[in-house]
């Protein structure tokens, strides 16, 4: 589906009212909210090396994710808008890149989440994540853990700019 039409499906979903949507909605800007997904990304990093130091790989996964989509929740609250929808926040994200609003890239978006690529031979952060999630497997291979922490701080530290900018 086009991003626009994602975009106007999530609204409109987002039209139902504060406590049942499922979509996006537009909002006032709130900097309390944005510091609050900043404070929750920040809590997420630290989550994530505690579960790996601590033998968690799987939820160290998990925690990564989150470190970066409540970033990226973040960067929709600065242009005003509310999301609780992952799919609906990767479309609005994706329009954000189209528009020069942000400096991420597609292709960074993309190794966060990519709704083209196969689950089972995906590396993105949230099929990881599912991988994880979903399998019996509780420990990451030390290569792929090295990779994806360190890609996790780059986005990391790429998308606060974005916010703070």
Partial sequence: ???????????????KGEQRHKGIRKISADENMIAGHIRKAIHN???MLF???NGFGDWAISAGFYVLYHLLLALLV???????????TFALVEKMIEEGKISLTKKELEYIYNSEIDL???????????????STQTETEEQEWQ???SKIKALFDKIRKDIEG
């Avoid at 589906?1 to 039209?15: N, S």
């Avoid at 600065?78 to 609906?88: H, L, P, Y």
């Avoid at 089972?120 to 979903?134: A, G, P």
Wanted: glycine share 4%; hydrophobic share 25%; charged share 40%.
């Fill in 1 to 15: 589906m086009p991003v626009d039409e994602k975009i106007h499906k999530c609204l409109k979903e987002g039209d």
């Fill in 45 to 47: 990093m630290k989550a």
């Fill in 51 to 53: 579960f790996k130091e």
């Fill in 78 to 88: 600065k242009e005003g808008f509310e999301s609780r929808n992952q799919s609906c």
């Fill in 120 to 134: 089972n031979h995906s590396t993105t952060v949230l099929d990881l994540r599912e991988r994880y999630q979903y």
């Fill in 147 to 149: 990779e994806f922490k």
